[in-house]
């Protein structure tokens, strides 16, 4: 979409990976409750990402959901919907990122690991570098992890075209999932857009994820 608020905010980005500061952190003062640039960005926790700085954007102008990878969830969507239909947004941007520790596991091996498989136990140990403590009980919460299908890799691993692949997949899976989401509307004038990108942890810039495409 040329000319979009994603558009500027890549610049801004460009800027913010060449050193400069993008945010401004001091109180605005009273804003509306509406985000004023009428985006949602959904983000990984990662502690190396600043999305508010990484993107150029200050207090009041977009709705920042964040979780563990980044992933679209059920919990996202519903912030989505609230955002779009409730508070104006129109413009969705999903951020994935290099190194993520979603590449490093999987969902049987950390169930397994919790659980108290020994085996299971021992690989996440080796795979974070700290003692992984079973609590040996089972539990039927969170019934997903949503870690990177894929061939796993060590934790904070350099970017390869593997892992690249992985992330693109999993950002085509969220967008997939909002873009035909019932109540999500993707023409007409209450239409939004969506577009998915990988932030490279080594550089500071965003690079844009193509779609449709393999979702792995
Ligand atoms: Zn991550």
Known sequence: MAGSVTDELLANNQDYANGKATHRSAYPGRQPIQPSRR???????????DVED???LQTGEAHIIR??????????IRCLLISHHLLN????ILV?????????????????????????????????????????KCSE???????????????????????????????????????NH???PTSGPDAVSVRGFIYDVDTGKLEEVSYPGAIG
């Open 39 to 49: 985006v949602a960005v959904i983000a990984c926790m990662d502690a190396r990402l």
């Open 54 to 56: 990484l993107l150029g």
């Open 67 to 76: 979780n563990a990878g980044g992933v679209v969830t059920e919990d996202a």
């Open 89 to 92: 947004t129109r413009e969705f």
């Open 96 to 136: 994935h990122h290099t190194r993520c520790g979603m590449l490093a596991f999987t969902d049987d091996l950390l169930k397994a690991g919790l659980e108290g498989d020994p085996a299971a136990s021992k690989l996440l140990c080796q795979a974070t570098g700290r003692d992984f403590v079973s609590p040996c």
């Open 141 to 179: 919460s969170p019934a997903h992890f949503r870690a990177f299908r894929g061939a796993l890799e060590p934790l904070d691993a350099p970017r390869s075209g593997q892992s690249t692949e992985r992330l693109q997949w999993d950002v085509r899976r969220g967008m997939s999932a909002i873009l």
């Open 182 to 184: 019932p109540w999500m």
